[in-house]
């Protein structure tokens, strides 16, 4: 199928053509297909909160895009751009995230026009809590409605206020942990959330690598990320996981790292550790870092060659203006949206890959899932089996060792550990990124009408969706 070449649309429409090209290799009836691609509901709410002795109003969203699964899922984000068309654009990513990786709920997305630098913790405390207020009074969170989770500008400060308000207005509901998933581990959190989405990109990329045909795709060669150069646009939560995890791990060499006051680069790898410490002590900015050179026009920077460009940060960060100009091999879309549909065409021509949001970051909200059960079951994950498993790995060391052999230490060591919850999220996690990517592979390859990984997975997701749909029928 030929690229349509295309002018620059803004993200909700890059999102719907992109639906539209998947929807084209389906058999799927027009007015059905025309349903899964719309948002179902959205609620905008606007509500007063004092703020130093004056009455400021504020203005927010929560929009479902699909409700074939219940609840359904997805961020709430803090920012001072944000608005409906963004906020649905972002709620139908998640309805084809979760379906893409077999988490089984629906699509929905909240947003907060707000600028949360401009607000002291309480102001921001009250403002969070009056909001949450409104979504829980139209049934807008709920754990078996919609669950929230952090997006940008919100984390687990804000995942504890909501939880919190959730449960004072429903003091009766046994579940009311699982209203909102991101939490601190104190306020029924899971362990490995705040990783999630980082560890997410380098499971998917890892997986990637495993696959010899798609590394020839991206004029690559290897099996592994080692020694790969890579730029990370944005050291945020995901930005910082994925770089961070992406060197100690997989002996990446992160040659640049792109922030919003100036980029970092170092061609023989950026130290992620101290950057992201000089950042967090620095209020946040990267400016004045002397192990690496700096440079100020940080967008500059994503045009600079390597093999993995990872944007991690906002929306259409490669876009038309810059597409062509990208010497990067591969793109792995850690932010929702960063490659513009009309970049995506530009960089397509030049044989750029791109690994879709969609799938790449969808580890965030696969962890979610895992910390929504873990709400529910009302018990940590590992608690019932991690000292039985130790109790039986010794049996076995002891069986071995009577044979007459010895076990190494080391193994000894690894073989008595039962899995704790970290483990079992991380093992989760990463069954469910090679999986998704294993799905997406096979499509790509084997259709012809499929020519990228995002239609390959969006086509896999509105399958399942249209599948939920069509079983269950239509109400009355
Ligand atoms: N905000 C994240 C995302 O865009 C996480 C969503 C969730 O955990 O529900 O995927």
Redesign the pocket.
């Known amino acids: 199928m030929s690229v349509p070449t295309a002018k620059e649309v803004s993200f909700r429409e890059s999102v719907n053509l992109s639906c539209d090209l998947a929807m084209a290799t389906l058999d799927i009836p027009e007015g059905m297909a025309k349903y899964i691609r719309n948002v179902n509901n959205v609620y905008q709410v606007r509500f007063p909160v004092k703020i130093k002795g004056k009455v400021e109003t504020f203005i927010g969203w929560r929009a479902v895009h699909s409700d074939h699964k219940l609840p359904v ?3 709430i984000r803090f920012a001072s751009n944000v608005s409906q068309d963004e906020v649905e654009a ?1 709620a139908t ?2 309805s084809y ?1 979760c379906a893409l990786v077999d988490v089984p709920f629906g699509g929905s ?1 909240g947003g907060l026009l707000i600028d949360p630098r401009n607000y002291e913790r309480d102001e921001m405390e009250r403002i969070t809590r009056r909001f949450a207020f409104e979504l829980i009074q139209k049934d807008y969170i709920g754990s078996a409605t919609n ?5 940008m500008g919100t984390g687990q400060r804000e995942m504890a206020w909501i939880v919190s308000t959730y449960a004072a207005h429903r003091s009766n509901d046994i579940n009311h942990m699982a209203c909102v ?2 939490k601190p581990v104190s306020m029924g959190g899971i362990r490995g959330r705040v990783e999630a ?1 980082g560890r997410g990109v380098v499971c998917g990329l890892r997986e990637f690598f495993r696959h010899p045909e798609d590394v020839k795709l991206a004029n690559m060669e290897g099996n592994s990320i080692k020694g790969k150069k890579v730029i990370i646009q944005g050291l945020g939560n995901v930005g910082y996981h994925t770089a961070s995890i992406l060197q100690r791990e997989d002996d990446a060499k992160i040659i640049a790292i792109l922030e919003w006051d100036g980029a970092l680069i170092d061609h023989k790898g950026l130290d992620v550790e101290d950057i992201y410490k000089y950042k967090c002590d620095n209020k946040g900015s990267v400016k004045g870092y002397s192990k690496a050179k700096y440079i100020k026009d940080s967008n500059s920077v994503l045009e600079m060659e390597c093999d993995i460009l990872i944007p991690a940060a906002m929306e259409a960060v490669i876009n038309q203006s810059n597409a062509a100009k990208i010497q990067a091999k591969l793109i792995g879309e850690a932010a ?1 949206g960063p490659v513009t549909f009309a970049a995506e065409a530009i960089l397509q021509e030049k044989g750029v890959v791109i690994i879709p949001d969609s799938y790449l ?2 580890g ?2 696969t ?2 899932y895992f910390e929504w059960i873990k709400n529910l079951s009302h018990i940590r994950f590992g608690r019932m089996n991690k000292r039985w498993e130790e109790g039986q790995n010794q049996l076995l060391i002891q069986a071995i060792e009577k044979t007459g052999s010895k076990v190494p230490q080391d193994l000894v060591e690894k073989l008595s550990q039962g899995a704790d919850e970290v483990a079992l999220v991380r093992s989760g996690l990463d069954d469910t990124m090679r999986k998704a990517f294993q799905d997406i592979h096979e499509c790509y390859w084997s259709n012809e009408k499929i020519n990228n990984y995002r239609i390959a997975a969006m086509a896999i997701a509105i399958k399942k969706i249209h599948t939920s749909y069509a079983t269950m029928g239509i109400y009355p």
């Not at 669950?147 to 997006?151: E, G, Q, T």
């Open positions: 899922k997805g961020g972002l990513l998640m995230k997305k669950v929230p989770a952090p997006d998933t991101g989405t929702n970051n969808a965030g909200v962890v979610s």
